[in-house]
């Protein structure tokens, strides 16, 4: 059974943006998350931060998305998730940090 994708944008204190993301990320819905990013990105040269730790599952779709606004984000994955993130390229083009178990 999947777990459906939740999307939750927050503004930190000091002002940055994150937008924390739980469930699957997957082709049934790449699109939703590609639509809160440029949500979240609209008239921000700063970019956001987008915290994939409670992401159970992220398929080639998902990743797709990413690249799509690589040149504006930072990733927080957890450390399984990294070295696919690593492996695909898209540490080549945007942080990632480690975060959750």
């Known amino acids: ?8 944008l927050q503004e930190r ?10 469930g699957e ?3 049934s819905n790449a699109a939703d998350l590609a639509k809160a990013l440029e949500g979240a990105l609209a008239g921000d040269t700063d ?3 987008l915290d994939l730790t409670a992401v159970e599952y992220l ?7 990413l690249f799509d606004h690589a040149d504006h ?23 990632i940090h480690e975060g959750g178990a």
């Open 13 to 22: 204190p000091d002002g940055t943006r994150l937008l924390a993301a739980s």
């Open 73 to 95: 984000l930072e990733l927080v994955a957890t450390p399984l998730l990294i070295p696919v993130l690593r492996v695909s390229g898209l540490g080549d083009l945007t942080t």
């Open 1 to 8: 059974m999947t777990t459906a994708l939740s999307l939750v």
């Open 59 to 65: 398929d080639s779709a998902g990743i797709a998305v």
């Open 25 to 27: 990320i997957d082709i």
């Open 47 to 49: 970019g956001i931060t």
